[in-house]
């Protein structure tokens, strides 16, 4: 597989957004690794708008604790109450 370059991940930008590391693409997009992608030991960050990859350097202890996912995508609910009864 031929990569467009190599970039050690404390280079590269967080982006809590898109629960992954980014760096600038030629292209004008960016290229992206996800923690999900990380966990799953992917050392390749993909561009969504052209075909370049990008290889990244890092070591498991790099990865992020990821957050619980929130259902639906809001705000986390609150937590149930202690010692009420419904």
Known sequence: MTVYDEVEIEDMEWNSELDAFTW???CGDIFRLTV???RAGEEIATCPSCTLLL????DDADIPEAAPPVEGGGVPPPPPAVGVSA
């Open 24 to 26: 600038s693409c030629p």
């Open 36 to 38: 999900a992608e990380m």
């Open 55 to 58: 290889r990244v350097i890092y």
